[in-house]
């Protein structure tokens, strides 16, 4: 069956929006205008990949505090803008965020979805959700939920992800006679509040015209894709302590993990558990949960007498400067429990065995 026209189709979103949508910080009150500040857009949906909005509120807020405008950003030292990241994940963003920055504070904003794609950390959604929201320009932004919304009302079988480029070309005239900024946003809006994987369609004002409601298929559309086992692994984080001092990997420059400091980690099944002095303090243990894998942590503190020389990468930290490192989520864990009350260890992997794994090869 062909699909209806959408600017008909979609016509009720508008006014619900209007009355249902949320006040979020990053949102115009005048969704006919372009948006008085781009920047914060792009802000928005960086932070807004991959994390709930109700974790980026406040990290949006002091972003915008700290950073005001691209320029700052730009200006701003890596480690400041690691700090101001700490805790939301993903630090790739970050680095992203501010080389985009740095393009917008040197050249202005691109005149184009194709120049917004090609700043730094934009892929299609992204440079699409910015071009509509910030400029208003009729470029349709699918990512997860308006696909999720769309596959229903048009009963897609299979993966929506497939009709991309025929749904780009469907919403467009949507955008065009609703408004990019408030069609895109009221979409995204229905997705995450009204037409999630379990639906609530007496709540939703397309209800009447979902192809998926009226056929009973609501629960079947989209397929629901299988993900990969997460890979398991049990470990030791460790905070070495000597004189004052800990031991932490400095960061890297690329990769997932650029730009963050870290705890020496050891595989449990490389370091089996043995009696142990008693030098050695533990808290409860957790499961740090990523896309892919799964980490059982034991969270260690190994006092030693004196610093030893550590192995490259490995640097000796003072404690007054414990704070303003940027660490990722299970490593200020770690920074955290050093100021609470442990548990004195028993059985731990030798601290000796440890050392030697951190200490530089002897001459
Ligand atoms: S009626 Fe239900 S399934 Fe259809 S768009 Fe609305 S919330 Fe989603």
């Not at 209806?4 to 969704?31: G, I, K, N, T, V």
């Not at 505090?65 to 480690?79: C, V």
């Not at 101001?84 to 979805?113: H, T």
């Not at 086992?229 to 000597?242: D, I, M, Y």
Request: glycine content about 8%.
């Amino acid at each position: 069956m062909p699909w209806p026209l959408s600017p008909e189709l979609l016509a009720p979103l508008a006014p619900w929006f209007e009355q249902a949508h949320r006040d979020l910080p990053w949102r115009a009150a005048d969704l006919q205008l372009p948006h008085p500040d781009p920047y914060a857009v792009l802000v928005s949906e960086l932070m807004l990949q991959q994390t709930q909005v109700t974790t980026v509120i406040p990290y949006f807020n002091r972003w915008l505090e700290r950073f005001p405008d691209a320029a700052t950003l730009a200006a701003a030292d890596e480690d400041t803008v690691h700090k101001a990241w700490e805790g939301l994940g993903y630090y790739r963003r970050a680095r992203f965020l501010q080389a985009a920055a740095a393009s917008v504070a040197a050249e202005g904003w691109p005149g184009d979805l194709a120049g917004l794609a090609g700043l730094p950390g934009l892929g299609p959604y992204t440079a699409a959700a910015v071009g509509a929201i910030a400029f208003q320009w009729p470029t349709p932004a699918l990512d997860g939920n308006a696909f999720r919304v769309l596959a229903r009302l048009l009963l897609i079988e299979g993966d929506p992800k497939h009709q991309a480029a025929k749904l780009r070309d469907w919403l467009s005239p949507a955008l065009k006679a609703h408004g990019p900024s408030r069609l895109t946003q009221a979409l995204m809006e229905l997705g995450a509040t009204v037409c999630t994987p379990a639906p609530t369609c007496g709540d939703c004002p397309l209800g009447g015209r979902c192809a998926a409601r009226l056929a009973g298929r609501t629960a079947d559309i989209p397929p629901v894709a299988k993900r990969a086992k997460p890979k398991a692994s049990t470990l030791w984080l460790v905070a070495f302590e000597a004189q004052g001092q800990f031991l932490l990997q400095a960061p890297v420059a690329k990769g997932l993990l650029a730009g963050l400091w870290r705890w020496p980690t050891f595989d449990a099944l490389d370091h089996e558990a043995a009696p142990t002095p008693g030098s050695i303090t533990t808290w409860p243990g957790w499961t740090q949960v990523y896309t892919h894998r799964r980490e059982a942590v034991t969270p260690l503190h190994i006092g030693l007498a004196a610093p030893f020389t550590p192995a490259e990468g490995l640097r000796w930290v003072p404690r007054s400067e414990l704070q303003g490192l940027p660490l990722g989520r299970r490593d200020q864990r770690l920074r955290d429990l050093l100021d609470a009350p442990g548990q004195s260890l028993l059985e731990a992997p030798d601290p000796a065995g440890l050392v030697r794994a951190c200490a530089a090869p002897s001459a």
